[in-house]
């Protein structure tokens, strides 16, 4: 079309070959006056617009049937009036049929030899066809702004090569980012190599793919979630001819399912992960391990006195712990470590690329130090301890026997006294058999008679004088030799076998009393030891009738030792059993005293006799200024309550010399003597110059 630039109408007519050959393909040649009538039209173009040439001689374009001009009307009447040329301007008309036809036309004024405008000539052509798929285009991107932000068009490379609508707007993204790019040349980060390949897969297979969710990085540190939808495009002859589709951006939709897949995962109390998440985490870490040949551990975490804040302080308080050992926990370990709330006061974490056993116990360590470290909770300063049971991953367990192996050993932990760990190993195992069999023979101890006691000296400071004994129990095993009461007490308790067990020793302390006493050995308080649940078992006051009665010997000089934690929990039926037991005449002593969580101001209600100073207290005595401050303590509330005041486990003279300046009544432990067979105590009263005349049977 710029060739027209130059020509004007004499040198057209002169070129009427070049005419001919400019209206043989689908446009045609026309020419309009200085008042811009029709004068010729020219070119087989001309007949797809229905129109005869007579319709359009002596006729402005807009004069033309149905005439309209699309769009740009007024530049063009301002073109025309300045005499200038002008490209692609569209109108549209209605043949006879009332069809329209859009035509689009460009012009070049005419002007003669004195240079006086003589009208236009120029090119036009039917664009209705391309109008119509404009139109239908436009259609379908309004549809396509419904469903989605943008369009792309790929070529057989899968290339992109188009991307039409928002995405800049939507997005931040500039449609260049895309062009000339395929689909995971994009920076996209969410996708697996596995993912994509199937996503290949349907391409080469020509076969349409919705919404693939990609994250792009656009570049800038900045990343963007979009979901693609495409359909492949064929050629006419049915040749593959690349893909088209449409986009979106879904961040937010992502943030939300985010937030859902996060409130589904985590616990709300305090953010962990809950057991589903930690599922996810441990069997993802039980594949790696397996495939890469590495270790790692499950730990269980169980706090030790949670119930008892969570009563006494209230909920709020509870939730407040909760959140801090959560957070300790987090800081304490690796980042890449998983902390998770099972629920209560459990957690789990998984510890990774724990090499050996040393790698688990050391973060056990620390998980125990950050839990017991104090904690403000409603003014009061509290602590907490917590129990860890440890299970190593050793390359066969699944997530199942990981989480019971690591339960188990929490439940170990707990039993050997809490704010320690323990580890799962086949030794649990064998060691419950080991308990199974201890079970066993314990029963068998009772019915022959495998016990006996030992008896320890409690002395008067102020005399020196044996005041009595404590009767200890010992245990001869036929195979493993004399077995310590730590050992089998608290077995005997949770199997009730401690009931016999107790009954016996009762029977034998107070008869041994007697015997002794026949042997010429003064009267001596005998102290009994009596376990939770002999002292909760109504049977109780029968059976210290019964080995009183059938002994013989006074009342007053049997005392019973109980824990604080024994009396403190039942205020009802402690009072009804000890009002009882002062009835019957005997005597009654706190055991162990400090450890249990008890006060005196708690005790004082109750009808207590003897105070006995738990050993760990008197063991460092005179030097730990802690220890002696709550000896000194204890002594003196015991004595204003008019108690008896006993301290055990002394074993040297400045524990001794230390409780004697304060005022301590009674002293128990290897320094006087230790716990012995009923003959020696009669070799060890003779020694003292104790002994009276034997009596007569
Ligand atoms: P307990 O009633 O506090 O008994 C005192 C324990 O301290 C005894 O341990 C005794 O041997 C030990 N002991 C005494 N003086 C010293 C000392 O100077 N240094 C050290 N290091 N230890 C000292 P034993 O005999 O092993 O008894 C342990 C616990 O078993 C007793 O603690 C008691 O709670 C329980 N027990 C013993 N006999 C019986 C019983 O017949 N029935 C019940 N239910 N429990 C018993
Ligand atoms: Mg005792
Ligand atoms: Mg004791």
Redesign the pocket.
């Known amino acids: 079309m710029a060739n027209f630039a130059s020509v004007n109408r004499q040198s057209m007519s002169g070129h009427a070959d070049l005419l001919g050959l400019l209206t043989v393909g689908p446009e045609w040649y026309w020419e309009q006056d200085c008042e811009l009538k029709f004068t010729l039209v020219e070119g087989q173009g001309f007949a797809q617009t229905g129109l005869a040439p007579e319709m359009v001689l002596g006729r402005r374009c807009w004069e033309l049937p149905g005439a309209m001009p699309l769009l740009n009307w007024e530049d063009h009447q301002s073109c025309l009036e300045k005499r200038q040329p002008f490209a692609g301007f569209i109108y549209r008309i209605r043949n006879t049929d009332g069809a329209q036809h859009f035509i689009r036309a460009s012009g070049q004024p005419m002007f003669d030899e004195r240079g006086v405008f003589s009208g236009y000539c120029g090119m036009a052509s039917d664009v209705t066809e391309e109008m119509l798929h404009r139109r239908r285009e436009q259609r379908l991107s309004a549809l396509v702004s419904v469903f989605a932000d943008w369009s792309w068009e790929q070529d057989q490379e899968f290339r992109i090569v188009a991307v039409d609508g928002r995405m800049e707007e939507r997005c931040g993204i500039k449609p260049e980012f895309f062009v000339g790019k395929c689909h995971w040349e994009l920076g996209v980060t969410n996708l697996l190599p596995e993912e994509w390949a199937r996503h290949h897969a349907l391409l080469e297979g020509r076969q349409p793919f919705h919404e693939l969710e990609l994250n792009i990085h656009t570049g800038n540190g900045d990343s963007r979630w979009v979901a693609i939808s495409g359909q492949p495009v064929f050629a006419e002859d049915g040749g593959f001819a690349g893909y088209r589709g449409i986009g979106k951006e879904i961040s937010e939709r992502k943030q939300n399912e985010e937030r859902i897949r996060y409130l589904a995962t985590h616990d709300p109390l305090t953010s962990l992960p809950n057991r589903a998440l930690f599922s996810e985490f441990l069997n993802r870490a039980i594949q790696s391990a397996r495939r890469y040949d590495r270790r790692f551990a499950v730990v269980f975490i169980d706090l030790d006195r949670f119930k008892t804040i969570n009563d006494s302080l209230g909920h709020e308080a509870g939730d407040t712990l909760l959140k801090t050992i959560s957070l300790r926990l987090r800081e304490c370990l690796r980042t890449s470590d998983v902390v998770a709330r099972l629920g209560g006061d459990e957690f789990v974490v998984l510890l990774h690329e724990v090499e050996q056993v040393e790698d688990a116990a050391a973060a056990a360590n620390k998980m125990l130090s950050a839990v017991i470290r104090p904690i403000m909770l409603l003014g009061q300063e509290c602590r907490v301890t917590a129990s860890l049971g440890i299970a190593l991953f050793s390359g066969v367990e699944d997530e199942q026997a990981l989480m019971k192996n690591a339960d188990i050993a929490m439940y170990r932990a707990k039993e050997e006294g809490k704010n320690n760990f323990q580890f799962y190993s086949e030794d649990i195992k064998s060691q419950s058999l080991e308990r199974m069999i201890l079970e066993n023979s314990l029963r068998r101890a009772v019915e022959f008679r495998q016990f006996f ?2 008896y ?1 000296a409690q002395v008067d400071l102020k005399t020196g004088h044996i005041r009595g004994v ?5 245990w001869e095993h036929p195979e493993l030799g004399v077995v ?3 050992q089998f ?1 608290p077995l005997a308790e949770e199997t009730g076998l ?1 009931i016999p ?2 009954r016996w ?1 009762l029977n034998e302390a107070c008869t041994q009393n007697v015997r002794w006493r026949k042997q010429g050995v003064p009267p001596i308080l005998m102290a ?4 939770g649940r ?1 002292f909760a078992d109504d049977s109780l006051i029968d059976d210290i009738h019964h080995a009183l009665a059938h002994s013989g010997m006074d009342p007053n000089l049997l005392v019973l ?1 109980l ?1 604080e934690s024994m009396v403190i929990h039942n205020f009802d039926h402690t009072n009804r059993v000890l009002l009882a037991l002062k009835n019957l005449g005997v005597k009654i002593a706190i ?2 005293f400090g450890t249990g969580y008890s006060s005196l101001a708690q005790l004082k209600h109750f009808p207590i006799d003897t105070l ?1 100073v ?2 760990s207290f008197i ?1 460092d005595l005179p030097i730990n200024a802690e220890d002696r401050a709550i000896t000194r303590a204890i002594i003196d509330m015991g004595k204003s309550l008019s108690l008896t005041v006993v301290a ?4 040297t003279d400045e524990q001794k010399e230390f409780l004697e300046q304060n005022f301590c009544d009674e002293i ?4 006087f003597s ?2 012995i067979s009923p003959e020696d105590f009669v070799i060890l009263c003779s020694k003292e110059g104790l002994m009276q005349k034997s009596l007569p049977d």
């Open positions: 006691l030992h320890q404590e009767a200890l129990i010992r310590p009461p730590m007490i401690i067990i107790g020793v009994v030891n009596l376990s002999q030792e824990t055991d162990d006995k738990d050993r063991r055990e486990g002394v074993e128990q432990g290897f320094h230790k716990p």
